[in-house]
């Protein structure tokens, strides 16, 4: 019985984290439409059907980090350290390779893909706008995903949560000042500087991550990068 509740808090201490981070991320997406409402209910609809896309390339993203997950987590329960840093670094090159075609097929298709999910006129312009940034960037949410899903196979899920909790934070801060024109920003900017706010953020999720990577001692950036023939 005591061993069974134990199973069970360790079991939370890991969902919990992993439950956070997801919902996280789902609300980058939801912050720009919430901040967007207060201007324009055009920006809002074209801002809405573009984040269904984004959301759809990062279950691609996670097919690939689901099985890192499983490989990290049976090596690290031998003690193969190599090994792990392998699966880690093979990961990163898949999905970066990934996430650079969807990036290409989303800034290049970008006119098709919107006519396809059937947005307007009126909204198009917006639309384009919006996601030729966001979509040229999602490969780092591609390398984003990779390295939570080390962390978390290694039972450092607090840790991806963290980084998360400090990029929706930026996302707010960088979406009030461009929408309501703090902090010296002139009013209302949205067209281009609202999609690149959205990256300016998520492009410190891999940064951060690398970093946990060092201070955890599960591996450095030189390291993941060796191929397998290499490193073992």
């Known amino acids: ?4 509740e ?5 079991l939370a201490k890991l969902a919990a984290p992993i439950f956070i981070e997801t919902l996280l991320i789902m609300m980058l997406g939801a912050v720009d439409t919430i901040m967007l409402s207060r201007h324009s209910d055009n920006s809002v609809a074209a801002v809405g059907v573009v984040n269904q896309i984004i959301m759809l390339t990062f ?3 996670e097919v690939i980090n689901l099985g890192t997950s499983v490989l990290c987590s049976q090596y690290l329960g031998a003690k193969l350290h190599k090994k792990v840093v392998q699966v880690v670094g093979v990961s ?3 999905n970066l390779a990934v996430g650079i075609t969807v990036s290409l097929v989303l800034f290049s298709c970008v006119h098709p893909i919107l006519r396809l999910m059937g947005l307007t006129a009126e909204l ?3 639309g384009m706008d919006y996601m030729r940034i966001v979509g040229a960037f999602a490969f780092f949410q591609a390398l984003s995903l990779t390295l939570s899903a080390s962390l978390r196979s290694a039972n450092k899920a607090i840790y991806p949560m963290m980084v998360t909790v400090v990029v929706n934070i930026l996302n707010i801060i960088g979406n009030y000042s461009l929408i309501f024109g703090r902090f010296g920003f002139p009013y209302r900017i949205f067209s281009l500087m609202l999609p690149i706010n959205r990256y300016t953020s998520c492009w ?3 940064i951060l991550s690398l970093k946990l990577l060092r201070v955890t001692s599960l591996m450095s950036f030189p390291s993941i990068l060796m191929l397998p023939s290499v490193a073992s």
């Open 124 to 126: 198009m312009q917006d």
């Open 1 to 4: 019985m005591i061993q069974q």
């Open 59 to 61: 279950l691609v993203f």
């Open 6 to 10: 134990s199973l069970k808090k360790r």
């Open 92 to 94: 990163i090159l898949v």
């Open 204 to 206: 410190t999720t891999p």
